[in-house]
């Protein structure tokens, strides 16, 4: 019986290593407008994220949201959207993608207590979903489906 890492290679799945971090989650390095970054792989995210501050450092075109942003425990805050922004993940890549802006304070505040690296924004549910995704949490490895590439 194959792996599942050989099942999905088959099936045309990139392998994009993950790590752990002391907070238990997942950083994963994306590369957004060109720019690289940290994130953290969050499946409970319905979308992508980045914060404030990387505005610029992305070349995000933003524009104010009325959808107020919750999680992690805080909530009601205000959000900006950028779209039609380009990602790449490993050798996996996506065109026309919407990310949120937000602030990250709170986010990073508790990953510096726990001495973990700031991170520059949160790879969310919808990337994860164009992407087929598939995390093999033993290994530590994040399997996004190439045929996305052509859906630009």
Not at 40 to 59: K, N, P, Q, Y
Not at 76 to 82: E, F, G, Y
Not at 100 to 116: E, G, P, Q, R, Y
Request: charged fraction near 25%; include cysteine.
């Amino acid at each position: 019986m194959a792996s599942l890492q050989e099942f999905l290679l088959n099936k045309d799945y990139v392998k994009i290593k993950l790590k752990l971090t002391k907070t238990n989650h997942f950083e994963i390095l994306a590369t957004i407008n060109g720019e690289k970054g940290l994130f953290i792989l969050d499946t409970g995210a319905s979308s992508s994220c980045v914060g404030f501050g990387a505005t610029e450092r992305f070349h995000l075109k933003v524009k104010d949201s009325t959808v107020k942003a919750a999680g992690a425990g805080a909530t009601n805050m205000i959000t900006q959207l950028s779209k039609n922004n380009s990602i790449k993940i490993g050798k996996w890549k996506k065109g026309k993608l919407s990310l949120i802006l937000f602030d990250l304070t709170h986010v990073n505040t508790a990953l510096i207590n726990h001495n973990s690296t700031p991170v520059d924004g949160i790879i969310g549910a919808d990337i994860l979903k164009k992407g087929k995704g598939i995390i093999d949490y033993d290994k530590k490895y994040l399997y996004l489906k190439k045929t996305s590439l052509a859906k630009k």
